[in-house]
């Protein structure tokens, strides 16, 4: 059975590995301590039968999607630990905390050295494919990186461009006065998720959370749906490519 690895544990790479499960090898390398934290992707999508081939209806429920002009909201944090846990349960192989430190080319498949945050978790596999979704991951100030110098043949999710992004949950009652040009995703719980090129407006109560990532510069490639419809393209090319 061949095999694949993914590097971050983003939804795209967690639609890839549910869609791959059944006829290869699947590894995913997450370096933060859990799948889905800390959130780096908008809870916004337009068409809820996407999510919905992957995920129950008790799942669904859990999640509390909320209509708006523009499809749903959602916390994308918690669309993430559903999918890992699917991924899980069909044998993905999840590492978190977990670091590649060497990749090296042998031949048709790659030698990926990594190690963990235990004394003892390391080791060394090798992969047929390796999918690099690292772009939509989330680094903290002075934290360790993903190395994977020297590799050729890489699998990278298209997003188009991605550009530095200031994001944060407010209470619902302090956005009525949001600049026009904010990403705004109203949810059910009263929370409005606000992301801002520039951070030049503040929520008269404050942030309830923030962060600073990159997202892709056209909106519609931010949705779920786009990761969803990417990470199955992905899937199709490595499928084209045996």
């Keep these: 059975m061949k095999s694949v690895v993914f590097v971050g544990g983003t939804i795209s790479n967690m639609i890839s590995a549910i869609e791959m499960s059944e006829d290869y090898t699947v590894t995913v390398f997450e370096l933060n301590a ?5 959130c780096t992707a908008p809870g916004h999508i337009r068409d809820l039968s ?7 209806s008790a799942q669904m429920s859990f999640l509390q999607p909320y209509p708006f002009a523009e499809g749903y909201t959602l916390r994308s944090e918690w669309v993430l630990k559903h999918l890992g846990s699917i991924a899980a349960y069909k044998g993905v192989n999840i590492f978190t ?3 590649i430190t060497e990749c090296f080319d042998s031949g048709d498949s790659v030698a990926i050295e990594y190690i963990g945050a235990g004394s003892k978790d390391s080791g060394q596999i090798e992969c047929d494919y390796l999918v690099d979704d690292r772009q939509w991951t989330y680094s903290a100030p002075g934290s360790k990186e993903h190395n994977l110098n020297g590799l050729n043949e890489i699998q990278i999710p298209d997003f188009g461009e991605f550009i530095h992004m200031h994001g944060g949950t407010s209470l619902h009652s ?9 990403y705004s ?4 719980e009263g929370l409005t998720e606000v992301w801002q090129e520039v951070p030049i407006w503040t929520p008269r109560r404050g942030w309830i959370e923030t962060i600073t990532c990159f997202l892709p510069k056209i909106i519609e490639n931010r949705t ?8 199955r393209r992905v899937v199709n090319k490595i499928n084209n490519c045996d």
């Excluded at 859990?34 to 800390?38: F, R, S, V």
């Excluded at 996407?50 to 129950?56: A, F, G, M, V, W």
């Excluded at 995703?185 to 059910?188: A, F, I």
């Design 224 to 231: 779920i749906d786009a990761q969803i419809i990417e990470g």
């Design 185 to 188: 995703l109203p949810r059910h």
């Design 97 to 99: 905390r977990t670091r």
């Design 50 to 56: 996407l999510l919905e081939s992957y995920l129950d």
């Design 174 to 182: 302090d956005c009525s006065n949001l600049p026009h040009n904010t």
């Design 34 to 38: 859990e799948i889905g934290l800390p």
